[in-house]
């Protein structure tokens, strides 16, 4: 992949997650910044995705450990775990926010 394709895949993601989280019941607020994509849950927790574009990686932190996750065959998988992305996000903000949660993300 190339840099400029990795940079279009994390734009299309981050509107698509916006998109998302606009669509929930209970209140999540986000915050856009280029590079940096924070979720912030009513009791002002956070969960923080930023992009690292010298690894082509994106990278998340959550109130609870971190993971770095690779492209592959078409998902987002984090290196350490194995899990992916989509399934990864809705059990982080599940979490954090004492309820379930479902993005409905797709690639």
Not at 15 to 42: K, R
Not at 60 to 81: K, L, P, S
């Amino acid at each position: 992949m190339t840099e400029t394709e990795y940079d279009k895949l994390i734009e299309d993601f981050f509107i698509s997650l916006e998109d998302a989280l606009d669509e929930q019941e209970i209140e999540l607020d986000y915050d856009s910044n280029g590079d940096i994509f924070t979720i912030i849950h009513p009791d002002n927790s956070k969960i923080v995705l930023n992009k690292q574009p010298p690894l082509l990686q994106l990278w998340v932190a959550t109130r609870y450990n971190g993971h770095h996750f690779n492209f592959e065959d078409g998902q987002w998988i984090d290196e350490r775990t194995g899990v992916e992305l989509l399934s990864f996000l809705d059990d982080a903000v599940s979490k954090q926010a004492n309820t379930t949660i479902k993005l409905g993300l797709t690639y």
